[in-house]
């Protein structure tokens, strides 16, 4: 089964898409496709779901796997997230992945950060970004940085990260990076439970009450016919009695502005919901239809 080759350094994985473009051309291909999915490591189902969706759409998958201090807000948050290198190039093995871009903190960042940020404006202020100040603009800035290394024409990401879908694919159109973006919708437990690499970090209890984030999603969704006000005041009470979960925030959103839906709303609304469970925070999101 074909190995991803793991490049390490900026020059390396340049030189290596450059060479792969090469022989896809020389093999008959004349514009070779090449796909990025950026992702923090620690793979699951979810990521395998955006690596195919890649393979899809492209000749050439490339996957990032770098643990972006920029978008921690706590240094216990960044040392606590799970690094798992060999076992993720594993799991890619097979999978028609290409290359696996690893680089070093150092690599990426060798002045120990960014002085220069990309800015989400007002969206990535809001909701996670509320919550984890700075986060969105760390995310901005490593994926333009993320962009502009591998070049590639398509980038993917999970729709569970939808304010994060919703700026990356902002920023691209309004920056006009050459890359389109695709939005793989989100994988899920048998349960219900969106996977994540957080999931891990769950205890037997905890991972039994993370169910909930799901079922209030499930009821807001179910009460929409009743319009906004009810939907959210049916995931209330879907979270209530979970002692091992703090809610966060629960919004409904227009997903065309990531601005919050008002009474009027009319058509598909995003419901988005964040919670801490026994100190993991978790993220989950539905469409809901308000007539
Ligand atoms: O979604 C993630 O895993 C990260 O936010 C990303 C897009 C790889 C940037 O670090």
């Known amino acids: 089964m074909s190995q991803p080759i793991v490049e390490h350094t900026i020059a390396g994985v340049r030189e290596r898409v450059r060479a792969l473009r090469a022989d896809a051309v020389a093999a008959g291909i004349p514009h070779p496709r090449v796909a990025l999915v950026p992702t923090m490591g620690a793979l699951h189902a979810g990521h395998l779901a955006l690596v195919e969706r890649a393979s899809e759409v492209a000749d050439i998958v490339v996957v990032s796997i770098f643990v972006n201090p920029l978008q921690f807000g706590e240094q216990a948050d960044l040392e606590a997230y799970p690094r798992t290198l060999d076992s993720d190039v594993e799991m890619l093995t097979g999978k028609g992945v290409a290359v696996v871009f690893a680089p070093s903190a150092d690599e990426m960042y060798p002045q120990g950060s960014s002085a220069t940020r990309v800015t989400g404006g007002d969206v990535a202020q809001r909701l996670e970004g509320r919550s984890r100040r700075g986060h969105f603009d760390g995310v901005l800035t490593v994926v333009t940085k993320l962009l502009h290394i591998v070049g590639p024409d398509i980038a993917v990401f999970g729709q569970k990260d939808a304010q994060q879908a919703f700026l990356v694919t902002r920023m691209v159109r309004e920056l006009d990076f050459p890359t389109t973006i695709e939005i793989v919708e989100t994988v899920r437990e048998d349960d219900g439970l969106a996977l994540s690499s957080r999931n891990r970090r769950l205890d037997a209890r905890e991972r039994r009450a993370a169910r909930v984030l799901h079922q209030a999603l499930d009821a807001a969704v179910s009460a929409a016919d009743g319009g906004i006000d009810a939907s959210i ?31 009027s709303f009319k058509g598909a609304a995003l419901i988005v919901i964040a919670a801490e469970v026994g100190g993991v925070r978790l993220i989950d999101n539905d469409t809901a239809y308000f007539g």
């Open 233 to 263: 005041a049916a995931a209330q009470s879907a979270l209530m009695g979970e002692d091992l979960v703090r809610l966060d925030h629960l919004s409904i959103i227009d997903p065309a502005t990531f601005q919050p839906a008002d009474d």
